[in-house]
T-cell receptor
Framework: GEDVEQSLFLSVREGDSSVINCTYT??????LYWYKQEPGAGLQLLTY?????DMKQDQRLTVLLNKKDKHLSLRIADTQTGDSAIYFC??????????FGSGTRLSIRP | DTEVTQTPKHLVMGMTNKKSLKCEQH?????MYWYKQKAKKPPELMFV???????INESVPSRFSPECPNSSLLNLHLHALQPEDSALYLC?????????????FGQGTRLTVV
């Protein structure tokens, strides 16, 4: 079945770039997503990329997609303390068929 | 308005209680969803409503009963829950079930069953 995998933890120094990686299995997925969840809060859609794109940039966020290797990454430039959260990678062919990864907890050290 | 509003934010209930979770959106979305999220786990889909009709039930126990009174509201009625049902319950909405897949999530209701 479909599976999305990502590492559980990432620690970066404030001001550095954070890179969160994800691999997925369903090659028929149309969309790849990154969601952010702050403690005790719901999910915030950060960005998504169509499966026929290689890259998408939105301010401090850069998403890279390697469809051949089924690898997705999220780069956060100039990481700030407010970026501390759990980041979920997800794939889907529609809003009712979204498969989430286990989430990567990003912590920022001074 | 790009918000999905959930009430209450926190709920503690006994195993014999009946309670309801509420979700509201005013984005004109025709698809609404309930997800369950256990601690340190990703969200799991429970129910999907499309045009106010239940289209997906992911084999959820009958002690959870969804209801969609109109296109802006989604309820989740709870009865005879178990302590293992304690979780964050997330509501989401999107334009349609298929096609446009930007799903907006609410802040969730943190449910504790005692």
């Amino acid at each position: 079945g479909e599976d999305v995998e990502q590492s559980l933890f990432l620690s970066v120094r404030e001001g550095d770039s954070s890179v969160i990686n994800c691999t997925y299995t369903d090659s028929s997925s149309t969309y790849l997503y990154w969601y952010k969840q702050e403690p005790g809060a719901g999910l915030q859609l950060l960005t998504y990329i169509f499966s026929n794109m290689d890259m998408k940039q939105d301010q401090r966020l850069t998403v890279l997609l390697n469809k051949k290797d089924k690898h997705l990454s999220l780069r956060i430039a100039d990481t700030q303390t407010g970026d501390s959260a759990i980041y979920f990678c997800a794939e889907g062919s529609s809003a009712s068929k979204i498969i989430f990864g286990s989430g990567t907890r990003l912590s920022i050290r001074p | 308005d790009t918000e999905v509003t959930q009430t209450p934010k926190h709920l503690v209930m006994g195993m014999t209680n009946k309670k309801s979770l509420k979700c509201e959106q005013h984005m004109g979305h025709r698809a609404m969803y309930w997800y369950k999220q256990k601690a340190k786990k990703p969200p799991e889909l429970m129910f999907v409503y499309s045009y106010e009709k239940l289209s997906i039930n992911e084999s959820v126990p009958s002690r959870f009963s969804p209801e969609c009174p109109n296109s802006s509201l989604l309820n989740l009625h709870l009865h005879a829950l178990q302590p293992e049902d304690s979780a964050l319950y997330l509501c989401a909405s999107s334009q349609e079930v298929e096609g446009n897949t930007e799903a907006f999530f609410g802040q969730g209701t943190r449910l504790t069953v005692v």
